[in-house]
């Protein structure tokens, strides 16, 4: 004899794990705060004006 499903519940966990996928997307995207990305953001741009100022040659001369 089969097994007898309630159609409601499989779509309620079908939802329920759609919305988890996503979340798991956003956390991802949107996880960090705005004061860590703006650090990082800063020490990024740190680092590249010092990787820049130690070049021998200017950007216009190759």
């Known amino acids: 004899m089969a097994e007898i499903i309630n159609l409601?519940?499989?779509?309620?966990?079908?939802?329920?794990?759609?919305k988890e996928a996503k979340a798991a997307d956003n956390r991802i995207a949107f996880g960090r705060p705005k004061k860590a990305r703006?650090?990082?953001d800063a020490k990024k741009a740190i680092e590249v004006s010092r990787h820049?100022?130690?070049k021998l040659m200017g950007?216009?001369?190759e």
């Open 8 to 18: 409601r519940d499989v779509r309620k966990a079908k939802a329920r794990s759609e």
């Open 38 to 40: 703006t650090l990082a």
């Open 52 to 54: 820049e100022g130690h």
């Open 59 to 61: 950007p216009d001369s």
